[in-house]
Structure formats: structure tokens, C-alpha cells
């Protein structure tokens, strides 16, 4: 099993530009999240889907951030415009449903850098 | 209006010696707890979990100790190794949602 791959592993991108992050959860898995990660406030869940459809998307920063999931292995994360406060390592992670124990996987996320 | 804190950003401790890892949390609801590891450049993985019916639950060098009535919970290595430096996550969850909570990360340096 390749496990959860995200794609681009690193970006740098100018102000305003639009960024579109992916990932790929592992087969068979219900359930993906997207995470961001900063020194300030860790691991924060961005949004989650469950069967293709979004869950909760409490997280999700302002209107600038956006996210899809058109089929059971693919899903983007996309910023438009891009801030530099946007800045910071992005990871996907999926679950399957039926888990005892929460357990989820992550991917190897996707450091943006916004200058 | 974080629900899972863990207030010591880092942790040093000898080889050998005992590391234990803290984590506080509010709200009373979360019914399962995790450990997760991160190293430098990757994801993080699972590393032990604690329903919230147990107050212990012990891997090898890994134990996870929850205290419901102060909302507290810890991670024990022992012995600590090199190998264990790393920034370590508690997260938390309530039933069904499948949803993780995290903490801020404690990042352990373990010195030979």
C-alpha cells in the first residue's frame, strides 16, 4: 500500500497567486482530512469528508480556501489568492469508517511557502 | 478556544531516563485519545491511543495514562532512546465523528 500521497511535496508562490494542493488517500478508505500546521497552533483540521461529501468545514480560514473531493481518490485544497500568512506545511490524512480506534494516516503534506 | 493543550512546547531528557509528555483537555465529550509521532519532513504517525473508559494503556516502551476528573492526560517512554526525538501530538475525539482534535505538539529531544 503506497499509503496517503500528496502532491506538490513543496511550494513557493508569490502573493495573490492561486495554489492548489492534492491528495490521494489510501484506497478504501471513508473518510480524508486536510490539516495545517503552524508553530503557533499545530495541527488545526481544516475540513473533513466523508464519502466524497464535506463534513465539516468549521475550520476552513475565510472564503479565500476551498476544497473538493470529485471522487473517492482525489481530493484539492485550493487557495485563492494566496497570502503570505498562509504559509505552512498542509497534510492530507485518511481513515477508513468503522475504526476503533481513530486511528488515521497522514501523508508526507505539502510545505507552502507564500512570499 | 483550543480544546486540547499541551503546554510545554519542549521536552529534553537523557537517554534511558524516563520522558513523559503531557496533555490537557476541555471538553468532557472526547470519548477516545491518540498519540501521534512527527519526524522532520514527514507526516505523523499513530503511536498509542486510550479509550475513555480505561485510565492505562500500555505498548512496549509506551504508556498512555488518562485522568477523566482532571481532563489530563500523559504519554511515558521508558526507557527514552534517541530515536524517540521527535514532536509528539495528543488529540482527541468524540464517538462517530471520526474527527481528531490535536494538541500543539511537544517537541521531545532525547541525548545520548
Known amino acids: 500500500d503506497a499509503g496517503v500521497i500528496q502532491s506538490p511535496r513543496h511550494e513557493v508562490t508569490e502573493m495573490g497567486q492561486e495554489v492548489t494542493l492534492r491528495c490521494k488517500p489510501i484506497s478504501g478508505h471513508d473518510y480524508l482530512f486536510w490539516y495545517r500546521q503552524t508553530m503557533m497552533r499545530g495541527l488545526e483540521l481544516l475540513i473533513y469528508f466523508n464519502n466524497n461529501v464535506p463534513i465539516d468545514d468549521s475550520g476552513m480560514p475565510e472564503d479565500r480556501f476551498s476544497a473538493k473531493m470529485p471522487n473517492a481518490s482525489f481530493s484539492t485544497l485550493k487557495i485563492q489568492p494566496s497570502e503570505p500568512r498562509d504559509s505552512a506545511v498542509y497534510f492530507c490524512?485518511?481513515?477508513?469508517?468503522?475504526?476503533?480506534?481513530?486511528?488515521?494516516?497522514f501523508g508526507p503534506g505539502t510545505r507552502l511557502t507564500v512570499t | 478556544d483550543q480544546q486540547v493543550k499541551q503546554n510545554s512546547p519542549s521536552l529534553s531528557v537523557q537517554e534511558g531516563r524516563i520522558s513523559i509528555l503531557n496533555c490537557d483537555y476541555t471538553n468532557s465529550m472526547f470519548d477516545y485519545f491518540l498519540w501521534y509521532k512527527k519526524y522532520p519532513a514527514e507526516g505523523p504517525t499513530f503511536l498509542i491511543s486510550?479509550?475513555?473508559?480505561?485510565d492505562k494503556n500500555e505498548d512496549g516502551r509506551f504508556t498512555v495514562f488518562l485522568n477523566k476528573s482532571a481532563k489530563h492526560l500523559s504519554l511515558h517512554i521508558v526507557p527514552s532512546q534517541p530515536g524517540d526525538s521527535a514532536v509528539y501530538f495528543c488529540a482527541a475525539s468524540t464517538l462517530n465523528t471520526g474527527k481528531l482534535i490535536f494538541g500543539q505538539g511537544t517537541t521531545l529531544q532525547v541525548k545520548p
Open positions: 490524512a485518511s481513515s477508513p469508517s468503522g475504526s476503533q480506534s481513530y486511528e488515521q494516516y
Open positions: 486510550i479509550s475513555s473508559i480505561k
